[in-house]
């Protein structure tokens, strides 16, 4: 049988305000577990939550950036149950009047197309504490540092009908909020977490399947890996006769695997009421103009001006403009190395492949976007060659040199472009190969001949110890071997 | 000394006729004479206050003083005190010390006042007879002389019963339903419960926050004025707190009353009324006639369904407001937890007495998923009604007048097993605070033996012309100078 899969996602996205969302403690991430929680985040008698303007500025911006409705009047909620990493016993959140209204965001495909998928809404809320489960000897640990930092749960309609896109849609949302400068993006800290709601259905059927929601996914890779494993599940089960229950699963990355959490039965009431401590929060015109005005430029723009600005093709536009700090890198790259088009590459190319390997970000690369352009515009003068070009890289990258120029000194990797030196080179290796000559002499088919010439080309670049120019060697060669 | 009024005794010490220590030692030492007739206080800070009244005057010395400066008073047990163990009446709290004062708190230590120590409440301010508190109940003054033990009403009853006792001259509360106008009715002293928003709630224990309001407590209105002045303001910490002009709530204390408009809400004189008690109320209308106010009939047609709404609304805030003390973080926790569900529930059935139990319940109740709509939502529309009759009522009247309870103070012990009466102790004080509107009890006479009081309602951040009410009657009766024998 055919299956259609349809997916839906909610993404907690933590606001990059200096403190809390309703107390005035510091959000920064990775102090000593407790220090950063006062009465307020202990939830201590008598204290009271006083909201974080700067929360809602940031929801407001979202909600402007996926062309969402924000709503004037907007309302919080006590969502009740019991966890040790939940002091208050409620999570203060917004369920009737969310701030952010229906949106929506376009992603770009694989195949070329561009699809929308529609946001729901998008609420604010306080994140929870962390509950240690490990180093306690069968006890807990409960660290509060995290509890009331501010979030957007960002919640789609069900639009998306595989990996792919959920994983596209995903990576926009990260290159929006990033954008924004309303969140750090760094998700293996946990600012960005992705819950995946899943569900198939007999291909062309109109109605809807029974889903799972598989929570807390915290890298594109898990999530990409969690919806194949999900998919395939539900459709052994369904191909076997059996039905889906609805219920929340946790997924394993490491393994592979994914168990359930908990059914719809055994779910929580969570007992939503208004929560009597805050007012409505009145959301003005020039609030949200303020917002409007200070909103930077946007992934669909940045690509639209890349392809202009510096002629990159649609693809490669977009891939940069999705990620803020590498489009930062990359024109920093493209402005010093006069190159748009070689800059591109390299960002995408060796640059993106070695923070892949080391697992870094942007953020954290030894080199800089302006290290980058110089190593561009040696290469596109034919300074060094593209294999000398990678070993600059490479310096550059683990600090070895000053300089580019630097660099390509003291490791002589500057090209002999002198064309009087390359001609007596060429003339002693021709002199050395007759046969070869030869055969190449008599050859009628020029595109056999161009493939004949790789065979000078090693014992050349071995006689100039790897420093002709090897585009000056070619024409040289063509040049000799047609008198 | 004992018998004199906060105003009283400022102009003593502005004078010079006393010290602040020297006044400091006497009310403790009729703290440690009377009070355990009484049980008022939970915790007496003996070295504090003597530390305070010192500092107090060598303030008043340096010309620093104000008329709160060295003057002595107590706290309801549910305002946090830095460093000062806060029960709230509960065993939950049997051995918490905050690391913060509460708003109010933090006030009248601006202002110089001394506090002696916090007073007895009912549990989470959860009652009407200060019986339900975990440190044992608090007697009335009133009726020991005819050797009765009286409840002084609640929650605030260690306040009002310290209060009309003479162990301090004056106290703060809190009232959620009624928490200051019944116990100051039942002992005899004159309670204000201001407008919602009025007086911040940071630091005060929270029961229903959308209902909860700190207030005051002492024989006089003009005390009760001082109060205010020191309790009443914006606060930043405190979300619901109103920003607007706190006016010198003495400064109208002498207006003259002529002209007052006084409504009678014809539901407030109802059969639950005895004709004893009504009298009483009937009399002290009378006197405001003479003092030049006219009166007439008003009707607050929705009145009777506040009991049924408060008790939807109240728990259900108190269900969640309570959820923190799971024995985590503070307070109790019970003995060798073997999981995290034991530990949650062993602790809150040990750390809980049985009225807070019970309205945990019914608040989780009313909330639950299937009963949301029929309950709270129910009370929510009710309680707008209930707000819209108010309104209107005052497009007529300046002040609304009633009993501030059925009947005097009943015997310890005579409604603990059936909380439905208990809870009709609040029958007239109970749709103010689903209103946010202010009102006051002041004392009107005698029922038995035992002080009834007179409750005057007043429109939103009418304060100024309640306490104005207040005193002038005051300066025409001596109600609120009687002292229990």
Redesign the interface.
Known sequence: MQWDIVIGLEIHVQLATRTKIFSGSSTAYGAEPNTQANAVDLAMPGTLPVPNEQAFRYAVMFGLAVNAEIERRSMFERKNYFYPDLPKGYQTTQLERPIVGPGFVDIDLANGETKRVRIHHAHLEEDAGKSLHEDFHGMTGVDLNRAGTPLIEVVTEPDMNNAEEAVAFAKKLHGIVTSLGICDGDMSQGSMRFDVNISLKPKGSETLGTRTETKNLNSFRFMEQAIAHEVERQMDILEDGGTIVQETRLYNGDKDESRSMRTKEEANDYRYFPCPDLLPVEIDDSFIDEARNSLPELPDAKKARFMEQYGLNDYDAGLLAGDSKLAAFFEAAAERGKDAKLASNWVQGEFSARLNAEEKSVADSPITGEQLGDLVVRIADNTISSAGAKKVFEALWTGEGESVDAIIDAKGLKQVSDTGALEAMVDEVLASMPDQVAQYQQESDPKKQKKMLGGFMGPLMKASKGQGNPKLFNEILVRKLGE | MHNKSVAELSRDLESGQVSSVELTQQFLERIRQEDSKYNSFITVTENQALADAKAADEQRAAGHATPWTGVPFAHKDI??TNGVL?T?GSRM?EN?V???D?TVTANFRKAGAVCLGKTNMDEFAMGSSTESSFFGATTNPWGLGQGSKRVPGGSSGGSAAAVAARLVPAATATDTGGSIRQPAALCGITGLKPTYGRVS??????F???LDQGGTMARTAEDNALMLNVMAGFD?????SIDREVPDYTAALNEPLKGLKIGLPKEYFSDQLSPAMEQQVRDAVKEYEKLGATVKEVSLPNAKLAIAAYYVIAP??A??NL??F?G???GYRCEDPKD?MDL?TRTRAEGFGNEVKRRILVG?YA???GY?DAY?LKAQKVRRLIQQDFINAFKDVDVLMSPTTPSPAFNQGEKTNDPVTMYLEDVFTIAINLAGIPAMSIPAGFVDGLPVGVQIIGDYFSEARLLNAAHKFQQVTDWHQREPQ
């Open positions: 305002f946090c806060t709230c709290l918490f905050p690391p913060y509460a709630r940071y630091g005060m224990i929270a229903a926050s959308s930043p910490k405190d979300s619901t259900a805030e269900s969640a959820s923190r799971d985590v973080r503070y995290l949650y989780t909330l639950s998923a949301f709270y």
